[in-house]
């Protein structure tokens, strides 16, 4: 039980491998905008206290490893995130002063899994991703030990 957290009355580990991507699947995650995204979304889970434990932006999605408290659902946690940092998006990059309507930066869905047990895999992956995305480098066993 050493990774697990404590709540008034709760003993948990809630970790999730989250993908988010960009509206339309744009390519514009590059240089400034990616780090100011990485800096937006690190101060958002900070905010809630949910500890991202890795995180690695492509041009066109993010990956993150997220620990969220139990009080907090995944969907609620990724409506927040998506939600709180397109708002900051808009007024920090791309110098939107008013009318948040109807605009969106992300899209609608995402993808999300438990990490479970093989969390070093997960975090590999995630570090790895530019390298896996180009083929440089083979794809990670992610099935971990046969069970006779």
Same mark, same amino acid.
């Given at each position: 039980?050493?990774?697990?957290?404590?709540?008034?009355?709760?003993?948990?580990?809630?970790?999730?491998? /989250?993908?988010?991507? +960009? $509206? #339309?699947?744009?390519?514009?995650?590059? !240089?400034?905008? @990616?780090?100011?995204?990485?800096?937006?979304?690190?101060?958002?889970?900070?905010?809630?206290?949910?500890?991202?434990?890795?995180?690695?932006?492509?041009?066109?999605?993010?990956?993150?490893? /997220?620990?969220v408290? +139990? $009080? #907090?659902?995944?969907?609620m946690?990724i !409506?927040?995130l @998506?939600?709180?940092?397109?708002?900051?998006?808009?007024?920090?990059?791309l110098?939107?002063?008013?009318?948040?309507?109807?605009?969106?930066?992300?899209?609608?869905?995402?993808?999300?899994?438990?990490?479970?047990?093989?969390?070093?895999?997960?975090?590999?992956?995630?570090?790895?991703?530019?390298?896996?995305?180009?083929?440089?480098?083979?794809?990670?066993?992610?099935?971990?030990?046969?069970?006779?």
């Open positions: 039980m050493k990774d697990w957290q404590s709540l008034a009355h709760t003993k948990w580990e809630c970790k999730y491998h /989250i993908v988010i991507v +960009p $509206k #339309y699947r744009m390519k514009i995650l590059y !240089g400034k905008v @990616k780090k100011r995204i990485g800096q937006i979304l690190r101060e958002l889970c900070r905010y809630k206290d949910i500890e991202l434990l890795e995180g690695h932006a492509m041009p066109d999605h993010i990956h993150m490893c /997220i620990s408290p +139990p $009080k #907090y659902s995944i969907a946690t !409506g927040y @998506k939600g709180k940092s397109a708002i900051r998006i808009h007024r920090e990059i110098r939107v002063t008013k009318g948040f309507t109807n605009k969106n930066f992300w899209t609608r869905g995402y993808c999300v899994s438990t990490v479970g047990l093989n969390e070093e895999q997960i975090r590999e992956y995630i570090k790895n991703q530019e390298d896996i995305d180009t083929g440089r480098q083979g794809l990670l066993n992610l099935d971990g030990p046969e069970i006779n």
